[in-house]
């Protein structure tokens, strides 16, 4: 009888989700827990695996389709992987029979494929039998299939025709080849995220104030701790900890910033869930650090280093996306040099880190050259004033370039 394949629960709040690229095709044979299809939600990419080994039989969404939750997508027989590699016919003997050659293993049914390369083979319309595979044990790797694609011949340009009279002017034939377009359907993840942005515009009064820090004593800090910190921990200490702390602290001064509009309330949030923002492989994703005031340096540094991580493999769980009562985005890791962050609702501040530059600045009547940051502070005029917003990025301000006024709380 055959397996109904059904869209799982994906998260609180979520009732439909957009499939992604198959990465077994209608009447394949697949294996226990291998990954069938990929789910996108507005909140993360979850991976569908095969409940039993057994045959696809029948695939009925497709690539781009919405699903609701409990939808039925796909029928699988089980039992057919067993059959295809356990059952073998019986050949009778025969002395004149010639000897058949020695069957070539298929690397499809061999080879271990893992989860980013099959989803790069469905995008290319590959199967695992035309890539050989770098991986331990000959697995075939996502670099495998970019490797492949490289090899392949590339199609010849004709040339243009000559005109047909020598003064004549060319035709543009070739800048109208090269005046393509390409239509691909906006993601989920970037659908929802537009429209998140949108709505943080029109339902806030948002407001963004600047400063710049020094950011001598943090890098004074890390070069003389660094190699000890990392041979402790295992992790190498980043500008994100300080932050973190930084932020948890000047929260603590101006609580209207841990603030959310519920209807015609203030909630005041009396925890410190701060949300980081992650440039994953389908875009930008924000998990949040959980309780951050209860973190030290090296557990904020583990976590951030573990969600950068699985943010590229878009293996980010859904309950690590929501919630968060105040947001840090580092635009300086792209080299952005200022600019103004959107506030993620319900949320009512976000601060903006920026690129490190050799600035010239004043010192005791000196001019010096000092590593600088611009920083900025968007924030939700409806619950803070201007004078809370500049005072909180202040504080930040000052504890960066004295981080002894963290363990002193002066």
Known sequence: MAIELKIPEVGESIAEVELGAWLRQQGDTVHKDEILVTLESEKATVDLPAPQSGTLTRILKQKGAVAKVGEVIALLEPGGAQATTSEKPIQKKNADAKPEPAKTQEPAAQARVMPAAQIALAEQGLSAADVQGSGPGGRILKEDVLRHLESRPQPEMQPASAPSEPDSPAAPQAATNDREEEVVPM???????????????????????????????????????????????????????????????????????????????????????????????????????????????????????????????????????????????????????????????????ILGLHAIQDRPVARDGNVVVRPMMYVALTYDHRLVDGREAVSFLKRVKDVIENPSRMLMEV
């Open 187 to 349: 993601s989920r993840l970037r659908r929802t995220v537009a429209e998140r942005l949108v709505q943080a515009q029109h339902s806030a009064a948002l407001l963004t104030t600047f400063n710049e820090i020094d950011m001598s004593s943090i890098m004074g800090l890390r070069k003389e701790y660094g190699d000890s910190f990392q041979q402790k921990y295992q992790v190498k200490l980043g500008f994100m900890s300080f932050f973190v702390k930084a932020c948890v602290d000047a929260l603590k001064q101006f609580p209207a910033l841990n603030a959310e509009v519920r209807e015609s309330n203030i909630v005041y949030h009396n925890y410190y869930d701060i949300g980081v923002a992650i440039g994953g492989g389908k875009g930008l994703v924000v998990p949040v650090l959980r309780s951050a005031e209860r973190m030290s340096f090296a557990e904020i540094e583990k976590v951030i280093g573990d969600f950068a991580r699985r943010a590229k493999e878009n293996k980010l769980k859904v309950d690590e996306l929501q919630g968060g009562t105040f947001t840090i985005s580092n635009g300086g890791v792209y080299g952005s040099l200022l600019s103004t962050p959107i506030v993620n609702p319900p949320q009512s501040g």
